[in-house]
């Protein structure tokens, strides 16, 4: 027996067995299949409820398509994904997960506006049992930069083009931007518990709506802009209009980087001077006036510039003086004992060069503190006080392959392989990731998750550009090291 249920929508249902009717949301079929016999069914949303817009439950029927006709239908979306997923350019030795993450980002995408969404699903908890349950159906604006370079490495510019479209039209409408959006643009609503329901495993609460929409997160104007950068970069124009929307965000990031926040983690603590914060702070100031330099306009801004580069220096002093502990590393935040694996992007994002003393004892310290045997990362020691929320969680996915990125970074390319090979392990029988591994219970989080998608792609390009660089004797820097930073350059 199969049965489909729709949670109030009408079901529009076209198979080659006739249907019971539609009752409640729920459709029905009792047959008995031979060997090698099948049964095709199309299913499609209606516009209203199942009592509603003059359909009355119980009597409606859709008739029997034939075999033939679903087969085609098979055919073509079959045709249409095979000829996608051809228009790749990565040529490394991971096409087969590279492929199916670009497809499951693809399918994560809301087609009208060019959004992806984080995940697919609400509340899936972190810890079976536990409180860390959030509605993920949302589309984060620190995702900009993240998407934008695994979309752009792949060469799917229609994709990341529709993806900065989307994200130039939020933010016009409100310069000074939430931490994320519903597909259409819209704020996301508040943040609800669902008491009636007792959440997958017995994980309460079962949200919908997120509140971290409304938290102050510095750090998405570095992600922003890095995004714009990224883009410009690939040859793309910026209008007068885009370039004065990037110019604001840069005014916000300037004006805003002495404040306290909740930062990437979105941790519902308090407010603190959050390292990753300051940095992506840094981003943005620098990435603006790289964009500057590549559209001209460095000349008739160079009053703006200059104010762009003092800041960007007085942060990066700050987050030098403030930000480290007494064995070098880069904290969590001001202050702190404890590390973040977000720090594991500050060669990669060009504030330390990867053989920066800072640089070197970060890795030490989250390679000892927060990875576990298998090489797995989190993103920090847990801590109420500071996250707000009680409980433990997994290895972070994402926080693992920035790991491997930094061993390709430094040129340990075998060990980055071998973990790579270890994480793309993690993926489902479908080759699908959420965002948490456990050793005991295994995938946790909400699923499938594009972050953990995004940055398998992002590794696997970079481990392929190591191992080229490596051949040709390349040398990368584009990062300074523990002095103060010099001047903003292109990347090469």
Known sequence: MLSIRAAGRIIGLEATHPWGPIRDGDATIRLTLNPCEEVGVVIDHGPGDVAGEGVESGEHRFAPAGLPEIGRWQHET?????????????????GALVERSAITLKLLTYHPSGSIVAAGTTSLPETIGGERNWDYRFTWLRDASFTLYALLTLGYRYESNAFMDWLTRTCAENVDPLVLYRVDGASAGRERELEHLEGYRGSRPVRIGNGAAWQRQLDIYGEMLDAAYLDARAGNAVSDHEWELY?????LAASRWRRTDTSIWEVRGGRRHFTYSKVMCWVALDRIARIAEMLGRDRQEAERLEHWRREADLVRQAVMRRGRRADGAFAQYFGADAVDASALLFPLIGFVDHEAPSAQATLRAIERELTDDGGLVRRYLTDENVEGVAGEEGAFL????????NHALRGRLDRAHEAFGTLSGKANDLGLFSEEWDSREGLLGNFPQAFTHIALISTAHNLERAARDRMQGAVRRDAPGDEPAARPRRRR
């Open 78 to 94: 079959a045709s249409f994904w095979r000829s996608w997923a051809a228009l790749s350019q990565y040529d490394g030795p991971y």
């Open 247 to 251: 110019a604001a965000i840069a005014d």
């Open 398 to 405: 994402i926080c693992s392959y920035w790991l491997v990125d």
